[in-house]
């Protein structure tokens, strides 16, 4: 790059999930300064919820296609690996890491080439 050459940086369309959290709250503020965030969550105006398939399905049919796709949720109690439950081990499993990969899954046919 040569000196005084303008950087061009390409607006990106953003969704963040988990978006009213603490995490989600810093990244879309960040992110919000040079590209157009939809922020989205179980609680606010765009609403959506991991755990629940249909509802990712509805969020990205009412939004369109993205560049972007940030998740900053999950959902279930933090538990112990030895847990003395095997159900509550999979009820924590089940909304942090299957919900992600549900997001991912539905996600997919929605995010724009290159993103």
Do not use: N
Request: charge should be neutral; include cysteine; hydrophobic fraction near 45%.
């Amino acid at each position: 790059m040569r000196l005084g050459a303008a950087i061009t940086v390409q607006v990106m369309r953003i969704i963040v999930i988990g978006a009213t959290g603490t995490i989600g709250r810093a990244v879309t503020d960040a992110l919000a300064e040079r590209h157009e965030v939809l922020r989205a969550s179980r609680r606010g105006p765009r609403r959506v919820d991991i755990a629940d398939g249909p509802s990712i399905a509805a969020l990205f049919d009412a939004t369109g296609d993205v560049d972007v796709v940030v998740c900053c949720a999950a959902s279930g109690a933090l538990a112990p690996i030895d847990t003395p439950s095997d159900r509550t081990y999979w009820e924590g499993l089940d909304g942090k890491l299957i919900g992600q990969v549900t997001l991912v899954r539905r996600a997919l046919a929605h995010v724009r080439d290159g993103g």
